[in-house]
């Protein structure tokens, strides 16, 4: 293992931003799919 | 296809002389293109001094400057068949009378013939204005025509587009680019070996002399084929809903 | 996708570019011929290159599905083919400036300057601007169907003159781009370790267009159907606030 300032450092880096990026990924999913129902169940309800 | 090729044709053809009809009657496009590129001509000359460019790089620059022109003085001239039907409407009774197939092609005999006379007018200036010695001007001519070709069938489609847009001037040239680029980078290499003939390696010329020019000669005219035929099946499209 | 399936899928996409990163820096050996580490660079910008121009190619495949797509005479066009082209043209936007920006950077510390309009930096400099015009086109129609229908054809004409740049510009400029892969020879160059990681990102960066992909369809197609009900529930429920209005459907 070298002193920091070496190599390592930006691979942690990026595998942080990495980490980071799913989650928010992640989020932007479950939070579609809960629009995503939302949109059907009033469809149900609504007259034609 | 419902109808017969002779009526097709006719119907191209009628396009084709209304538009040039009611060009002569304002001649607006005439006279937007042969003053845009005059004035350009004008521009690009006196900066370059009255001796133009130092002669050993007036074969690399100048081609571009020329394609510049022509490119330009298309965008402002052009776009104009069609942007002006839908603003006087009379695009409703082209789109109730004409075939699309033979509208596009009218109007692409149009711009083609647009085109060529104002190479007719910028080539002969330019290369009067520039000094220039044409190496192979048979290179030339076969250029200008093909590349001018590609040109006209490129802006048709894309004026075909942006006149059912609003921001129409500055829509244009910004579709157009990268649709035209290859056509101009071609283009340019071409016209660079027509100037300087078969010698300098690398920048200008081509490495494998007349064979070389042929081969970008022969992408040109595919360039070619491919818009007019990509136009052909996309302008019913854009077209109608 | 199921949603079990789906969060499996990604959390196994997390892993794999985990480990793509990780072996980037551990296991690939540095390339001969490359300043220091840069050539790790390689593993990031040459898959997003790959990712924008799959982007462009989807979308330009999904313009002519909803143009020409097997319908019937007088049937509508399926929408869904027209949000597909856009999220894929606004990736490939993202992956596109991305691969650029990290191709200008290493351009920089091998060669010194960070722009020389190599055929490949063109190419991908030319898609770029046909996104951008794509979408500029897209913000110029306010009628959705016209909308749809022009940009579509517009990504069309794009698909037929995109091979223009890949066969044109190489014989223009000779190329600083190193040709480790594919080279004249035909065979692959490269040291296998390093080989591994790249078509491993490559893949991982794939998936993750796709996903990408998905998300952004999908939020297009949430805010299509909201307006849609808006458009609906304003005539007939005025100012009724318990109506099908998009209150229900915001977040």
Known sequence: ?48 | MSRPASTWVREAAAVFAKEWRSEIRTRYALNTLALFAVNTLVVVSASLGPLGAAPGRSSETLPVLLWLILLFAAAAGLPRSFVHEEETQTATALRLAATPSALFCGKLAYALTLLAALEALVAPLFLAVMNLDVARPGLLVATLAAGGFGLAAGSTLVAAIIAQARGKGTLFAVLSFPVLLPLLLLAVELTRGAFAGGGAPGQGGFQGGLGGAGVALIQLLLYDGAVTTAGLMLFPVVWNP | MKKRTAVFASWLLWLWLAAVIVGAFEYAPLAAKFIGQSSRILFFHVPMAWAAFTAFITAGVYSVRYLFGGRSQGSPRDPRHDRAARAAIELGLLFGVLATVTGAVWSRIMWGAYWNWDPRQTSIVMALIFNGAYLALRDAVEDAEKRARLAAAYAALGLVVTPFFFFVVPRITFSLHPEPVINARGRVEMDPRMLQVLLASGAGFMALFFWLHDLRKRVLAVADRALEAAAAGAPTHAADPVSTSPRTVSQ
């Not at chain 1, 450092?9 to 980071?20: E, H, S």
């Not at chain 1, 928010?24 to 129902?37: F, K, T």
Request: charged share 25%; aromatic share 8%; proline share 4%.
């Open chain 1, 1 to 48: 293992m070298q002193v920091s300032g070496s190599i390592e450092w930006v691979m942690v880096v990026n595998l942080i931003i990495w980490t980071g990026l799913f989650l928010y990924l992640r989020r932007l999913d479950r939070q579609v799919r809960a629009l995503e129902a939302s949109q059907e169940a009033p469809a149900l309800e609504r007259e034609p």
